[in-house]
């Protein structure tokens, strides 16, 4: 059997300034960043300024966070601004693959510093990635700006100072006195006449004298 040559219009040949990753838009249509464009600095930099500005991507707290309809158009803009007819899926996969970066290595800086090590940093983006350190942060809630027209304030009332009345202190023994007058008066309430004690202690003693019985004639 006679096996031919494959043939090289079958083939393309690629260079090594277009060799890079590969992103598929919506469309279907392939997009093949340059290495140059992957490997620039000024992209990157630009790339991480448009993902700070836009503090519903990255800030939980943000109440657009979980619209997800909203983040989707701001990719789509980033997207435009970066590189035209660029799909949004590249550039936010290249943002997650910069934070995912610059925390390995703070976690590398970290182990350095517990073992008494330098450590150097590789990533010249990592400073500028500062802001994520506040995903948390809650926006400051800003007051409406008022308007020109200036409304005529009331003269204000001069405040009255109400003084109140010193309360008398009573002396210690006036105090006693008071509770000896009021005690006395409870104890003669309960103070027997002559007659009822006689009775009560009659009742008590079990001596008590009986009636004579009158006799019927």
């Known amino acids: 059997m006679n096996y031919g040559k494959p043939s090289t219009t079958s083939l393309t040949f690629v260079t090594d300034s277009e060799v890079s990753e590969t992103s598929s838009s919506d469309s279907g249509v392939l997009f093949n960043p340059s290495r140059r464009l992957m490997r620039s600095a000024k992209v990157k930099r630009k790339l991480i300024a448009l ?32 590189k035209a007819d660029s799909p949004p899926d590249f ?26 090590e330098d450590f150097e940093s590789k990533l010249f983006y990592k400073d500028q990635l500062n802001f994520l350190n506040h ?15 200036s409304l005529e304030k009331l003269p204000s009332r ?6 109140e009345k010193p309360k008398c202190k009573a002396k210690f023994c006036e105090k006693m006195a008071s509770l000896d007058v009021l005690r006395n008066h409870h104890c003669s309430n309960l103070i027997l006449s002559h007659e009822s004690f006689k009775k009560m202690q009659k009742i008590t003693s079990g001596v008590e004298k009986a009636k004579p019985k009158t006799k019927h004639v």
């Not at 001069?158 to 003084?163: D, M, Q, R």
């Open 51 to 82: 993902y700070a500005d836009h503090r519903c991507l990255w800030n939980e707290c943000h109440k657009d966070f979980f619209n997800f309809g909203h983040k989707a158009n701001i990719w789509g803009a980033i997207a435009a601004e970066m």
């Open 91 to 116: 550039w936010k996969h290249q943002m997650h693959r910069l934070r995912y970066k610059v925390d390995l290595e703070r976690v590398k800086e970290q182990k350095a510093k517990s073992m008494g």
């Open 135 to 149: 995903i948390f942060s809650r926006e400051k809630v800003q007051l409406a700006p008022t308007s020109d027209v």
């Open 158 to 163: 001069p405040k009255v100072t109400i003084k």
